[in-house]
């Protein structure tokens, strides 16, 4: 079974940046897709990103296109995620998870991380 720990979340003035980053073992990492969701209070946990296991293609969810990157380094089983041009409402946990393909992961994650905060003050 594969075991994700995320870290970088913190506290960040609207139009900052961030870095996110989730270290995994337990699996051959790079035959998972990974992906970011996150979740604001009284909301539903929400898809962020999603990047394949070799890392050739990647999904965002509309309100972070342009903003959001998502990378992942098989070599040292890692993956991040670049925030920039934060706002207010990218406030949330944000959670790491782990797929069989981009697809399912959006809809089926097999295994989450447990979830760092991000808060972007205005």
């Known amino acids: 079974q594969v075991q994700l720990v995320e870290s970088g979340g913190g506290l960040v003035q609207a139009g900052g940046s961030l870095t996110l980053s989730c270290a995994a073992s337990?699996?051959?990492?790079?035959?998972?897709?990974m992906g970011w969701f996150r979740q604001a209070p009284g909301e539903e946990r929400k898809f962020v990103a999603g990047?394949?296991?070799?890392?050739?293609?990647?999904r965002y969810a509309d309100s972070v296109k342009g903003r959001f990157t998502i990378s992942r380094d098989n070599a040292k089983n890692m993956m991040f995620l670049q925030m920039s041009s934060l706002k207010p409402e990218d406030t949330a946990v944000y959670y790491c998870a782990a797929g069989l393909t981009i697809a399912l992961l959006t809809t089926r994650p097999f295994q989450w991380g447990q979830g760092t905060q991000v808060t972007v003050s205005s």
């Open positions: 990047i394949s296991g070799a890392g050739g293609r990647t």
């Open positions: 337990g699996r051959t990492f790079s035959n998972d897709a």
